[in-house]
């Protein structure tokens, strides 16, 4: 079912999809008054925001953290963001795609993307604690050369960021560790990435299952033990996470959202709805005005 005529996207920046990899000194932005803050935004890469100096609030898919000094913010691909400053502010935002990453040595390659797969669906944020000379050091060269036209400047890039993701995951003191990639952790992956493109038309595991060529339980299975939920698990939240983002960032009505995630039937919608948040869907829409008052608010 395609959504109503009046339907309305939700009115989110999308930023640069086109380039592999951005940095960005969050005072240039500040000083030139860009629309980075203050405004939910998404695009197609993932972005890394770290507050050197700071203070304010970000949302990252309603989910409110206080912006503090030293504070590092990982969002994924889709997600709607909106970072709000108070005051002067110091810092980086690094803006890439998952093939800006990528190297000759695929076996490497492959098991370096499983880690960053799983640092960015752990954690939403990372309070750095130690290594922040270091860490500014390669954001600081990483900036020289960025605005630079030197020969190889993206292989250098490449080399610099990847250190930078390593001082990330050591500020997790060993609760993260680095992973070989596995024909399972491969597969949560597909999964994923499936998920993400087929959620509004394909609900069921067996649709995915179909697509990895693997049972329905087969796959509940080695996502459940990878992940700690089922793969209808996952199914459910990634609907619902998006009805959520439409309720809170457009102005269509349930019938609209319904349609949007391809259910025909609004009823059908609501009750998935209720099973699966414990609230209905006009409970949820009051407390979705509180949350725009809060951020009217703080900007």
Known sequence: MQPTENFVPIPVQIIN????FEIRPIQRLCENKESFFNKPQSNNNFKVIWIIKGSGIHYIDLHKSIVEDNF????????VHQLNLIGPAEGYVISFAESFLSIEDQESNS???????RLFSAMKGISVRHDVIDMKNIADKMMKEYDSQNLFRAEILRRYFKILLIYITRQLD????????TRNMELVQQFMGLLEKNYKEQKMVA????MLCVTPNYL???VKKTTGFSAGHHIRQRIVLEAKRQATYSGNCMKEIAYFLGFGDMAHFSKFFKNTTGMNFSEFKKEKLIFSEAVSFAN
């Open 72 to 79: 590092l913010f990982l969002v994924k691909p889709r997600q």
């Open 207 to 210: 649709d995915y299952a179909g």
């Open 174 to 181: 060993g609760k993260f560790e680095t992973v070989r990639s």
């Open 17 to 20: 999809d086109n380039l592999p």
């Open 220 to 222: 509940n299975e080695i």
């Open 111 to 117: 098991s370096y993307h499983t880690s960053l797969f």
